[in-house]
């Protein structure tokens, strides 16, 4: 991850620590302005907080089945980590979604990724796990409230079988890191916020023309709205190699774009363009319940703010295709224990994007008419990138 940012790293008083204090001031006077506004406004303040906190929806299912199996869930080991599973359902239901597809009754992980915000806040890591990675399934409480049997199948099973909650317990199963907080977003919310903010930029090596997904693009900078990012993050066989590592490998680039995108100034400090990504990123999130209000997701990303884009780390789980069956995955080990034991332990990770390059965990070795000696190795590098990379570049 490179070097981490100490406490007095940019508190001088030029450069980089005079810039952050300048941006750090515009943001509360521009916060100030517009609560001031909304007191002047009296109850219409009210009513946009209670509409934007009455978007999200409290996941009390998966926080009952979780809690009735808390004593065998891993312990945090760090105060003031956190660790939010972020999950993109597949499902037709909803406004708009039964165009991707006819509603069999379940839905699936489209996408899972792993977020780590270290205990500084000064680091933020996104793993992404692959829905066909072989894993074992709890038994997990159905949508009839029957149970299943434990399972060896593909990780994107758990959704299915047993939604947010069977999810969880089998991310913890598989990396014994706890999860604080979880989010579900559908096809929906992903586009209305992506629109929200205008479209998302992102380089195209070679032009796009994908029926399935609807995508016809040229090379090189294009701005994507909704519909196209979300043809563009889902889309698989067509673009690449046709890998899902390659398409989860794109979902990446284009989050980090997109948490750019969102960070940029012309959104933050406009209350104009501001209210409308509020909105759009409420309105189809699902929550465990303490992050299901407009507080309880502040008092989440309130420490975000000041992380360098450099220091938005994504990549995926090491993993290889599965010795049974070449069009699934299985983990790469000894590399993903050493991420999971980072990620437990709130260690810094380090991404390449030309990885994966395992430290080589150094043996002991005698040295001459001396006691046997220990070398100090690198940590590990993991293949990935970050949200300050440029994906032109």
Same mark, same amino acid.
């Given at each position: 991850?490179?070097? @981490?940012?100490?406490?007095?790293?940019?508190?001088?008083?030029?450069?980089?620590?005079?810039?952050?204090? @300048?941006?750090? @001031?515009?943001?509360?006077?521009?916060?100030?302005?517009?609560?001031?506004?909304?007191?002047?406004?009296?109850?219409?303040?009210? *009513?946009?907080?209670?509409?934007?906190?009455?978007?999200?929806?409290?996941?009390?299912?998966?926080?009952?089945?979780?809690?009735?199996y808390d004593r065998e869930r891993p312990t945090s080991l760090v105060?003031?980590?956190?660790?939010?599973?972020?999950?993109?359902s597949d499902s037709r239901e909803g406004t708009g979604n039964a165009r991707y597809g006819r509603d069999s009754?379940?839905?699936?992980?489209? /996408?899972?990724?792993?977020?780590?915000?270290?205990?500084?806040?000064?680091?933020?890591?996104?793993?992404?796990? %692959?829905?066909?990675?072989?894993?074992?399934?709890?038994?997990?409480? @159905?949508?009839?409230?029957?149970?299943?049997?434990?399972?060896?199948?593909?990780?994107?099973?758990?959704?299915?079988?047993?939604?947010?909650?069977?999810?969880?317990?089998?991310?913890?199963?598989?990396?014994?890191?706890?999860?604080?907080?979880?989010?579900?977003?559908?096809?929906?919310?992903?586009?209305?916020?992506?629109?929200?903010?205008?479209?998302?930029?992102?380089?195209?090596?070679?032009?796009?023309?994908? !029926?399935?997904?609807?995508?016809?693009?040229?090379?090189?900078?294009?701005?994507?709205?909704? $519909?196209?990012?979300?043809?563009?993050?889902?889309?698989?066989? /067509?673009?690449?190699?046709?890998?899902?590592?390659?398409?989860? $490998? &794109?979902?990446?680039?284009?989050?980090?774009?997109?948490?750019?995108?969102? &960070?940029?100034?012309?959104?933050?400090?406009?209350?104009?363009?501001?209210?409308?990504?509020?909105? *759009?990123?409420?309105?189809?999130?699902?929550?465990?319940?303490?992050? *299901?209000?407009?507080?309880?997701?502040?008092?989440?990303?309130?420490?975000?703010?000041?992380?360098?884009?450099?220091?938005?780390?994504?990549? /995926?789980?090491?993993?290889?295709?599965?010795?049974?069956?070449?069009?699934?995955?299985?983990?790469?080990?000894?590399?993903?224990?050493?991420?999971? $034991?980072?990620?437990?332990?709130?260690? %810094?990770?380090?991404?390449?994007?030309?990885?994966?390059?395992?430290?080589?965990?150094?043996?002991?070795?005698?040295?001459?008419?001396? $006691? %046997?000696?220990?070398?100090?190795?690198?940590?590990?590098?993991? !293949?990935?990138?970050?949200?300050?990379?440029?994906?032109?570049?």
């Amino acid at each position: 991850m490179g070097n @981490r940012v100490g406490p007095g790293a940019g508190s001088s008083a030029s450069g980089r620590g005079l810039v952050r204090r @300048r941006r750090r @001031r515009w943001v509360r006077i521009t916060a100030f302005g517009v609560t001031g506004a909304l007191v002047a406004a009296g109850g219409v303040g009210w *009513a946009v907080y209670a509409k934007l906190s009455g978007n999200i929806t409290p996941d009390e299912a998966a926080a009952a089945e979780l809690a009735r199996y808390d004593r065998e869930r891993p312990t945090s080991l760090v105060k003031d980590a956190r660790n939010i599973l972020l999950i993109g359902s597949d499902s037709r239901e909803g406004t708009g979604n039964a165009r991707y597809g006819r509603d069999s009754g379940t839905e699936r992980s489209d /996408t899972t990724i792993l977020l780590h915000l270290s205990a500084g806040r000064d680091n933020a890591t996104a793993v992404s796990i %692959p829905r066909d990675l072989m894993v074992d399934l709890p038994a997990c409480r @159905r949508p009839d409230g029957s149970r299943s049997a434990p399972r060896f199948a593909m990780f994107n099973q758990a959704f299915q079988i047993g939604g947010s909650a069977c999810t969880i317990r089998t991310v913890e199963k598989l990396t014994d890191v706890r999860v604080d907080h979880h989010v579900v977003v559908d096809f929906h919310g992903f586009k209305a916020m992506v629109d929200a903010v205008d479209g998302v930029e992102v380089c195209l090596r070679q032009p796009i023309d994908d !029926r399935a997904a609807k995508l016809r693009l040229p090379a090189g900078r294009v701005t994507l709205n909704g $519909e196209q990012a979300l043809g563009y993050v889902r889309a698989r066989k /067509t673009l690449g190699d046709g890998s899902d590592t390659e398409r989860m $490998e &794109r979902q990446q680039r284009f989050l980090g774009a997109l948490v750019n995108k969102v &960070r940029s100034n012309d959104v933050l400090l406009n209350p104009a363009k501001l209210y409308p990504v509020l909105d *759009a990123a409420t309105s189809s999130l699902t929550t465990d319940p303490e992050l *299901a209000s407009l507080r309880g997701l502040y008092a989440l990303v309130r420490g975000l703010r000041d992380i360098p884009m450099e220091q938005v780390q994504f990549l /995926t789980v090491p993993r290889e295709s599965y010795a049974y069956d070449a069009n699934r995955d299985q983990l790469v080990e000894p590399a993903a224990r050493r991420l999971f $034991e980072r990620l437990r332990t709130d260690t %810094p990770v380090v991404v390449k994007d030309n990885g994966p390059r395992e430290g080589s965990y150094g043996d002991s070795y005698p040295g001459p008419f001396r $006691e %046997p000696a220990v070398t100090v190795s690198p940590p590990p590098t993991f !293949r990935g990138n970050t949200a300050a990379e440029d994906t032109c570049g």
